[in-house]
């Protein structure tokens, strides 16, 4: 890497992505790319030095990117193969490679802390590497969400020997790497367009454990169907809300406050209150404590950073929040598979209980509706009102016959219909919501001002 004077990045917009743009820019190289559309995150990266265009024409790549010897080419792959700019570059005999490849190699030869899991992997990153950033350890974390504690996915130190990596499974990006510790969250299918089947996808995750570095960890949730292989030296511990090797005793709840005790096979450390109070973060945090115990984190620093963690964007994020018993209320949560959308709910009923609960639902890719319509319609099924938008698709082409309906026919709610996004901005005064989450992996977070705006016009 230290011979490239210059990254270009196809798909520069990429959450992930962005975390390795942040990376070479702080080592000083010139940073550039390509992404479809501009948001909020490609702004933040522009402010920050990198150059990127939204037209993939290769004559608008800058011209410090034009040779090959001193130019590292980084795709995803969630860009086409005959995207115009990568044609370009393997036509030109540059290095090409996947963004995951490059994750494994800049991290390789520090101590890695990786957060693999269908679902909980970015809460559970984003916890750990808050808990190495407050306990003065530090880290470089490459991580799935941007963190409210420091507007940014990337956190850098020059001292510290740890990374925190958020895991990847699609396209089998976390092959790529060399876990010191690892913790596994949760194995549900998902990504079936890639892997085929449910075994080939528990095949992946076993392979990613047998990455584990002898002398290292596996932290695995309770009840899951993988059947770790790990190497010699690896130990493997467990962890949940009630049991395990690490889990929770002492939960308390009450004034919108979550505080319980954190048992390890060591120790209990007492009085941990969660900064984002919702249950779903009690087994998140017990994941990434687990972790930084196991790395030597001090109990006063990780009770400390638990209690002053904000969240990552869109991981059930208050976006509204009025006063009074009957304030109306706006989260959104970026889950897209169907037990991240039941626990969101879930946790929305906890913490509001007797109230009116609608969500807006935005599903994500063709292939992963097709896959699980029937379990995206149980999970919505327990929302009072369900609104669904069109398919995001992302990196696919449309499929004959799936569309949102083929969810919303099963959806048992009382009241249930499907807007286009234009649509339901203007029907929101019509609908008179009380708790609104806004949920799905697209672009649906574009609306949330507009939503807000309207709904406070309803407490006018």
């Given amino acids: 890497m230290k011979d490239y004077k210059s990254l270009y990045f196809v798909g520069a917009g990429g959450i992930g992505m962005a975390a390795l743009e942040r990376y070479f820019l702080a080592k000083g190289k010139k940073v550039a790319g390509y992404d479809r559309t501009p948001s909020e995150l490609t702004q933040a990266l522009e402010q920050e030095g990198v150059e990127i265009v939204y037209d993939e024409n290769p004559d608008l790549i800058p011209s410090y990117c034009r040779d090959k010897d001193s130019t590292l080419v980084v795709y995803t792959p969630a860009v086409p193969s005959d995207h115009a700019g990568l044609c370009y570059f393997r036509d030109n005999g540059f290095e090409v490679v996947k963004r995951a490849k490059v994750l494994g190699i800049i991290t390789h030869d520090s101590k890695a802390l990786c957060f693999a899991g269908t679902h909980g992997k970015t809460t559970t990153s984003s916890m750990a590497a808050h808990i190495l950033e407050v306990s003065g350890i530090g880290s470089n974390a490459f991580l799935g969400g941007v963190l409210r504690n420091y507007d940014s996915n990337f956190l850098l130190s020059s001292t510290s020997e740890f990374s925190v990596i958020e895991a990847d499974e699609f396209d089998r990006s976390f092959h790529h790497l060399s876990p010191y510790i690892a913790v596994v969250t949760s194995t549900d299918a998902d990504h079936l367009d890639i892997y085929g089947t449910y075994e080939n996808y528990l095949e992946s995750f076993a392979h990613f454990t047998s990455l584990i570095r002898p002398g290292g960890a596996l932290i695995v949730h309770t009840g899951l169907e993988l059947k770790p292989r790990v190497a010699d030296g690896v130990k493997i511990y467990t962890y949940s809300k009630h049991e395990g090797d690490f889990h929770a005793a002492r939960i308390r709840k009450g004034n919108g406050e979550i ?96 109230r009116k609960i609608s969500v807006v639902f935005q599903p994500h890719l063709y292939t992963r509706t097709r896959d699980f319509a029937p379990e995206f319609a149980q999970a919505l099924s327990l929302a009072d009102e369900v609104f669904l938008l069109p398919i995001y698709p992302a990196r696919e082409l449309p499929i004959e016959g799936v569309t949102s309906e083929i969810i919303l026919k099963d959806v048992k709610s009382q009241k249930k219909s499907i807007y286009t996004k234009e649509n339901f901005i203007n029907s929101i005064p019509l609908l008179n919501f009380d708790i609104l989450l806004t949920v799905g992996a697209g672009d649906i977070v574009n609306l949330l001002p507009q939503i807000c705006q309207q709904v406070k016009k309803q407490s006018r």
């Fill in 259 to 354: 505080v319980f005790d954190f048992v390890t096979p060591w120790e209990t450390i007492e009085d941990i209150k969660l900064g984002v109070p919702v249950d779903i973060n009690i087994e998140n945090s017990i994941a990434a404590m687990a972790a930084c115990r196991l790395a030597s984190v001090p109990a006063t620093a990780m009770r400390e950073a638990i209690g002053s963690f904000m969240g990552a964007k869109r991981r059930f994020e208050f976006w509204l929040k009025e006063p009074g018993e009957h304030g109306k209320v706006v989260i959104d949560d970026y889950a897209h598979h169907p037990s991240e959308l039941e626990a969101s709910i879930k946790s929305v009923r906890d913490l509001y209980p007797g």
